[in-house]
Each structure stands twice: as C-alpha cells, then as structure tokens.
C-alpha cells in the first residue's frame, strides 16, 4: 500500500474507530430510482465528476501507471466513487469509514480487485477450468470466489473475462475460456451467475465486470495490447457472443478494452459501448476502462488528455480507472460544451445504481464482517472442493500402452523446475492467493500415495538457461528458486535421481507469468533448458510422464512423438500438488477436454477448429503437400491436438449415430442421438460433443461449430443414449447485412469425442 495512504488512514483510525463489526444499523431506504435522484440533486459537479473517478491504492499494482498518492485526502473531498486492490476487510472497513463519516454526502465506496480464479482458495486458471466443460461446476467456482472475496470487503470483481482467443502467443489465453463462441458464451453465463447469484443485495454476492469489450484476444501477431482488425460479420458470429451471453446474464459491468475496434480505441468507440453494448443488447449496467485506458488513447493518437477524455465519455464511459482524465479536464470539456450534464448524471446514475443495488447505502459496512473474514475464507471445505475441481480440469495428451495411473506401489523420481514450486501453482492472475499455502507436485504427489510409493526427487535444470528470460517469467513473487549449479551438475543429480526410479514424474513447462498479461511469446516450446533436461531423462530407458504446466497451447511435436504419457495440468489452482496426483494415481480418471488448438507449429497461428473452407482445400487427409492447394510446404495442416481433445484411462466407442427425423421447419426441432459405451476397464466420465456445418450459405460458412455437449459418467461396461435437441436457434448466424437468421437448405451434424469426430448424418431445413 502506498505509505501517504497508510498514514493518512491511521490518523482516521485514531478518531475511535474499532475493528468491530460496525454497531450502525441497517436503514430502510427509499426506491432505487427516487433515491438516486434525491442524492444527485444534492451533488456538485465535483462530486459528480468524482462518483467516476477509480484510482488504485493497495498491495498489488497491475499497470504502468504510479499509485495515487493523495487517495485518502479525495475520498473525504468527494472525489472517488470507488478504489481497487486493497486486500482484507480491515484495510477496506477503514477506507469506507473516510468515505461515509468524512465526506460531505457520504457516498459509500466500490471496492474492486481482480478475483480471476478463486479469492484465497485458487481454482484452475480459466483455461484450465474450461477444459472440464462442467458449467455447475464453473458457476461454483464463482460463487466461492465471491464469497471469499466478499468476506474479505470486496464487492465488485474485474472477471470474467470472456476475450475469445485463437492466437496461443498472446499470454491472457490463460485468463479466457479458448476459442470457441458457444462454449465461451456458457461459461460467460455461468461465471456472471456464480458471482453475482441473482442477487446483489446479498452479503455474499460481488458484482461482476465482464472483460474486455471487445474483441481483446485477437491482436496482430499475438502481441498484447496490439491492433485489432476484423470484419463485424466476424465480430457479431465469432468474438461477440460470449459478451452477449454475459450480459444477458445480467452482469453489471463492463471493462473496456485496450485494443482499438475499427480504427478508433475500444475506450473511445461511440459505436461499440453505446450502439451495440447498450442500443443494442440493453446493457443497464456502467462501463469501467482499463488500467490508464483513457490516457493510453493520447498513444493511440486520438489527443490530449482533455480530449480523449471528452471522448470516452461520449462514448459511453462512466468510470476513469487511474487514468484521472474524467477528474481533471471534465468540468472544463463542460464548461467548453465539448460533453454535456446528461452525460454526467447519466454515468454517476449508473454508478450510484450499482451502489444502491449492492446495498452499500443501506449498509456501507455490509461488505466488513471481520468474523466472515475469519471463517469463510480458504477453509478446508472450498479447498476440497477446490482439489476436486482442479482434477478435473487436467488433459490426458497421451497414455501409451496405459503407463498411467501409476502404482502407489513404485519407486518414482519427480524431475524438473515445476516439480516443487509451489508459488506458481496458482497461475497467472492470482492476486490474493497466499502462495505459501499452494500444494506443489512433489508434496502431493507424497500426501496421495500416503508413503506407500518411494518419492525421489531432483531439479534437473532451471526453467530456461537465459537468467535473464527466467526473471521475466517469475514476476509477483513467483520464483522458481534459480539454482546456481552448473547444468551439468543438475542433469547429472537428475540423472542419478532417475536411476534409482521405477518410472520418471518430469514436471516441465512454463512458469506461472509465462503467461498471462504482457507475456506474449513468439516460440511456443518448452524452453530449451527443460528439453534438453527430457531428452536426457528419455535417454535413460525408464517410462517417463511429463506433467505439463503451460498457461497456453504449447507446441509439442518431440514430445508427443517420445514421451509415452503427457497430461497436461495447466496451473491448477492451489491445492494443484493433491489434484494432479489424484490423476496420476488413478482416484480420479481424467475427463478434461482441450478448448483450444494445439498448432504443430508457431506458424499455423492462428489455428481453430471452426475454420473456413478455401476456394482450394487440401485434397487429403494425410498432410501429403500440394501444390496450387491451401497447404504449408512445410508442414501439415491439421493440429497437433484438437479442440475437444482429451483421454481417459477407460476408452469410449460412438455408435448409431441417428436423427430424429431427415427434414425440419423452423417450428420444429430435431432430435440427435448416438450410443456411447465405456469398453475400457475404468469407470469414467466423457463429453460428448456435437457439431453443425451449414453445408450452403449466402456467406461463407465454418466446416463445423460447436453447439451442444453433455458430460456423461459410464461405469466400465456400462451403455448410454445422449440425445441433443436441435432447434432453429442452433442455425442461426449473421449475414452480410449483420441479420440475425437461419437459411433454409442442407446442414451435417456431428457427434463425437471431440472437433476432428467422423460421425456425421444430414438433414435439411425448410423455411
């Protein structure tokens, strides 16, 4: 925290304010809209420029710009509506007691903080945890959150972020849900749901900012904070959907984006926050920038301060995170007639609402219970459910000749730079996770097998050879502990390590901030210091499982080619350590699914399953190059891993693949059915996917698009009909005039285990 906010907040502490739960009494208040209004009757203009003013001062810093200095001072003068990343109750139920017993018409404060992933109890980053494809299971993972967060004096958190990605070199891949506009959309839902459970005025609800409007994942070369350029057909069928989803979640928030949409900055698109965000889709909730999104549009070349000020606001802005161009060059744009006093009261309304809706004014301490501080946060039931969670969040890449699960019987060597590093266990994006307390591989690995299975264990090399790389890579706190042995000392001790082992653990990958915000790669491998460190340990003759923890699509040709078992583990949240030896051990059967592509190479990026077909496709399916044909002469076109991809210990065949009926109205439905049996020797759980291809269209259209799926759990044995509901809002999509319709003709339907499923059967679509 900044040290003038320290002092300034325990000179406020000495007037008699106690850490108590605050004796004031809850009041009953008149109806949202009259009380609003009564309240803005009695505000200045300061005031009312100062209700959209959010400056930062707490434990964590998330951008370029300094921490305000002069915080505490602003508060008692009006001049903040609210303030992000201060970190537990106490701290805030001071900050609040500023706000409503020292300013004159003691507004009550927003508190905000990234909650990404979990509060304290971290769950899987949000790649991770949209490979379970389990939205009950997402939307708890947000209700947690929110309930941790809220005892600790949050209420209002920076998520979800629902940026649709295809390009792995951009690092916020981490942060999102993958590639796909469907199952994005679902996840929206249900992330917006568990956060803000249909009711705000509960103590243990936040409310949700949904980010980055929009269309944030996809920047030129996979650089962050890059251009954006796109057709709106692909906007409105491919990018927009999940902020839609989002919205009619009723999410009350929404985060503005860096990138610029159509040549003009998110933050200053008139078109994008009013037209579509609100005329459109009904949006009633305020619009917040980015961390100094409205000075960083001066870069962009829009003005100066003043200006890009005025613009944002024009656009539909309502509140200024850091940037402080609303606070000091509104009133003068007013003065100037450049904005108007209805566009002010019309952002302060909108904040004042969220207050209101919050109950923050019948009760500002509502959020400061230091007893729910003490028993709701990271307590042994979230983390269980935690640890349950992660397990099912991991991908089997590879199992060759069923290595996995391991016996609890073996003598194991767990090697490599992940392997006890409990710091990065959390992921990107983890802000109030106590890192201390996060369960690494190799104590998991130690608490599941119960001392029954011998545990060896070596380093075997550092994260990457460069220093200079790895510092990089380990920012917040997130060390690796760089050993300063020689690497030949390291591959040597590992090497003696794995002699000893009946089977080789190799926990390689990517650190925690490998990926993540401004951590855009070009080279999408393991670094080479951690190949080298495999090629060794392969050398060696023993079976080896490579543990990948990657916050992105990497790309792994050698490895699948070599390593017998790959289970891809992402960052798995805190109790990661116990969730990934469940998997390994077999007490959970993995059922995890890739949400997004794995490429064979960095220059296939960006690479998608939902792909349009060329005037000139690859005539086969070997990859054999053509020529005069839409190929690589380098490499193959498919990917290494699919989307939808992943194992299980067990094995599922797909049969009788049938519809319903051959025709259908636009009244009528469908029904598509397939049997699914477990013919392995595990019990287990299986996504069954299904796809649509609308074979003619009056634009181009995807060889296929996700549009339904059910996880199903099949004891060994055991036979199953999944049945689909297919409906003409599952053929709908924008033409070129940006209408919102199905068109009559052929459409193919697939079902099957993932994105590359044979299965398919034809109906048509009479309108």
């Not at 009133?331 to 909108?350: C, H, M, P, Y």
């Not at 996880?711 to 709908?732: A, H, N, P, R, S």
């Amino acid at each position: 925290m900044n040290n003038k906010l320290i002092v300034a907040l325990l000179c406020f502490s000495a007037f008699g304010y106690s850490q108590k739960k605050s004796s004031k009494k809850t009041v009953k208040i008149k109806p949202k809209a009259e009380f609003v209004a009564d309240l803005m009757g009695k505000m200045t203009i300061d005031e009312k420029i100062g209700q959209l003013n959010l400056p930062t001062s707490g434990d964590i810093t998330t951008g370029a710009g300094s921490e305000s200095s002069d915080v505490a001072k602003k508060i008692e003068d009006g001049k903040v509506g609210g303030l992000f990343n201060i970190k537990s109750v106490q701290k805030i139920k001071e900050v609040q007691k500023i706000a409503v017993e020292k300013s004159r018409l003691k507004i009550p404060l927003l508190f905000g903080m990234d909650v990404i992933h979990g509060y304290e109890t971290t769950f899987p980053i949000p790649l991770g945890l949209s490979c379970t494809w389990d939205m009950p299971l997402i939307e708890r993972t947000a209700q947690i959150a929110a309930q941790e967060a809220s005892a600790d004096g949050i209420n209002w958190t920076f998520s979800p972020m629902v940026d649709i990605s295809r390009d792995p070199r951009w690092g916020r891949v981490s942060e999102g849900s993958g590639e796909d506009a469907y199952l994005g959309s679902q996840i929206a839902k249900a992330m917006v749901n568990g956060y803000q459970q249909d009711n705000l005025s509960n103590n243990n609800s936040i409310l949700s900012c949904v980010k980055h409007f929009a269309l944030y994942g996809a920047p030129e070369a996979g650089r962050d904070y890059n251009t954006v350029d796109m057709s709106r057909i692909k906007m409105y069928n491919d990018y927009f959907p999940p902020y839609k989803a989002a919205i009619d979640a009723g999410a009350g928030s929404v985060m503005a984006s860096f990138n610029e949409v159509d040549g003009i900055p998110a933050t200053g698109n008139k078109w994008l926050m009013t037209d579509v965000l609100r005329n459109q889709w009904g949006f009633k909730g305020f619009v917040v920038t980015d961390y100094t999104g409205i000075p960083e549009m001066i870069a962009h070349g829009m003005g100066d301060l003043q200006t890009v000020s005025a613009l944002a606001l024009n656009a539909g802005i309502e509140m200024d995170m850091v940037g402080e161009g609303f606070l000091t060059t509104l009133k003068k744009s007013l003065d100037e007639k450049k904005v108007t006093i209805e566009q002010i009261d019309n952002a302060v309304r909108l904040i004042l609402n969220a207050k209101y809706d919050l109950g923050l004014f019948e009760d500002p301490y509502k959020y400061c219970d230091v007893s729910r501080a003490k028993s709701e946060i990271f307590t042994k039931s979230n983390r269980t459910e935690a640890r349950n969670i992660a397990a099912q969040s991991l991908v089997l890449l590879k199992n060759e000749n069923q290595l996995l699960p391991l016996k609890k019987t073996a003598t194991i060597a767990v090697i490599g730079p992940l392997a006890d590093a409990k710091e990065n266990m959390a992921g990107t994006w983890s802000v109030a996770t106590n890192m201390e307390k996060s369960i690494s591989l190799l104590a998991g690995i130690k608490e599941v097998s119960k001392n029954a299975a011998s545990i060896l264990y070596a380093k075997g090399s550092n994260l990457d050879y460069d220093v200079a790389f790895e510092e990089k890579a380990t920012m917040f706190g997130k060390t690796l502990h760089r050993d300063d042995r020689t690497k030949e000392e390291l591959l040597a001790e590992a090497l003696k390590t794995a002699e000893k082992a009946d089977v080789i653990v190799a926990a390689l990958g990517e650190s925690a901030e490998l990926s993540g915000e401004s951590s855009s790669r070009t080279n999408l491998e393991i670094p080479q210091a951690q190949q080298d460190l495999l090629a060794a340990l392969l050398k060696t003759g023993k079976p080896v499982v490579l543990v990948l923890f990657n916050g992105r699509p990497l790309v792994l040709n050698y490895e699948k080619e070599n390593v017998p078992a790959i289970l891809d583990v992402w960052f798995a949240g805190s109790e990661a350590g116990t969730a990934i030896a469940d998997v390994l051990f077999g007490d959970v059967n993995p059922s995890g699914k890739l949400t997004t592509t794995f490429p064979r190479s960095v220059g296939q990026v960006p690479i998608y399953y939902n792909q349009k077909n060329t005037g000139r496709p690859l005539g086969n399916s070997e990859g054999k190059f053509e020529k005069f044909k839409s190929n690589y002469i380098d490499e193959r076109n498919e990917p290494l891993f699919p989307f939808g991809f992943g194992l299980s210990y067990t094995s599922f065949e797909y049969a009788n693949l049938k519809l319903s009926n051959t025709k259908m109205t636009a009244n009528q439905t469908i029904k598509a059915s397939i049997e699914v049996s477990n013919t392995g020797n595990y019990d287990g759980k299986e996504i069954v996917q299904l796809y649509i291809r609308d074979v003619v269209g009056s634009v181009t259209r995807p060889v296929k698009e996700l549009k339904g799926f059910q996880k199903i759990f099949l004891k060994k044995g055991e036979k199953q009909t999944v049945t689909f509901e297919i409906t003409i809002e599952d053929l709908k999509f924008y033409n070129s005039d940006l209408n919102y319709d199905a068109e009559a003709g052929q459409f193919e339907v697939f079902i099957g285990t993932n994105s590359d499923t044979a299965n398919k059967v034809d109906f048509l679509l009479d309108k």
